[in-house]
């Protein structure tokens, strides 16, 4: 199993980014998958996950409405939509094979992560 970030970067408050997460080594449309982040000094937060048809997604209450993920399964990518984003949202940003909040903080493979920086 493989995951690897990427599309992080430096916005201002009230910017825009779009990450992704290209998959490898499993079978990606056949399960949920999830993004967690994780801010300076803090713990590993989950923020969303998707179900494997990318029909159903799940958001932390602190990213509702701002943040929206997706997935291909013909190019083996998940996404994640960050927008309206606050200094708060600066953290190191991880996909994980998981279907949820639990396995997502558990010993779920995640990638590398991509950096997002909001000042």
């Known amino acids: 199993v493989q995951l690897v970030e990427s599309g992080g970067g430096s916005v201002q408050p009230g910017g825009s980014l779009t990450l992704a997460c290209a998959a490898s080594g499993f079978m990606f449309s056949r399960y949920a998958m999830s993004w967690v982040r994780q801010a300076p000094g803090k713990e590993v937060e989950w923020i969303s996950s998707?179900?494997?048809?990318?029909?159903?997604?799940y958001y932390a209450d602190s990213v509702k409405g701002r943040f929206t993920i997706s997935r291909d399964n013909t190019r083996n990518i998940l996404y994640l939509r960050l927008t309206s984003l606050e200094n708060e949202d600066t953290a190191m940003y991880y996909c994980?094979?998981?279907?949820?909040?639990?396995?997502?903080?558990?010993?779920?493979?995640r990638g590398q992560g991509t950096q997002v920086t909001v000042s």
């Open positions: 994980a094979k998981a279907g949820g909040p639990k396995t997502a903080l558990g010993g779920a493979v």
């Open positions: 998707i179900d494997s048809a990318g029909i159903q997604p």
